[in-house]
């Protein structure tokens, strides 16, 4: 079992930055990646960017690549998503999850393909 707890989320500007954490505990040392979702009010949760542990690959939604970038902490067991540039449509609440398992090349990017998830942490970002 992993849990995820996701911390970090608030209220922004538009044009700010933020950054929100998913502190993992439990067996971590089994998981294969570790990836953001977000779900906006009245749509369907859809995926941000994820991290493989094995080689820190990382791999982003491509309308949100340049502006958010994943990292980890090893250490902490902690992974990182920041934004910048905020727009008020990256409002949602975002989520963290555990893919366990993978092989060579494997990128997880369904909501079907992880294990685990955390509960979410909202951002709000005003115009």
């Known amino acids: 079992q992993v849990q995820l707890v996701e911390s970090g989320g608030g209220l922004v500007q538009a044009g700010g930055s933020l950054s929100v954490s998913c502190a993992a505990s439990?067996?971590?040392?089994?998981?294969?990646?570790m990836g953001w979702f977000r779900q906006a009010p009245g749509k369907d949760r859809g995926f941000v960017a994820v991290i493989r542990w094995s080689d820190n690959y990382t791999y982003y939604a491509s309308s949100l690549k340049g502006r958010f970038t994943i990292s980890r902490d090893n250490a902490k067991n902690t992974v990182y998503l920041k934004m910048n540039s905020l727009k008020p449509e990256d409002t949602a609440i975002y989520y963290c999850?555990?893919?366990?398992?993978?092989?060579?090349?494997?990128?997880?990017?369904?909501?079907?393909?992880?294990?685990?998830w955390g509960q979410g942490t909202q951002v709000t970002v005003s115009s």
């Open positions: 999850a555990v893919r366990s398992t993978g092989y060579p090349g494997y990128i997880p990017i369904s909501e079907d393909d992880y294990d685990y």
């Open positions: 439990g067996r971590t040392f089994s998981s294969y990646a």
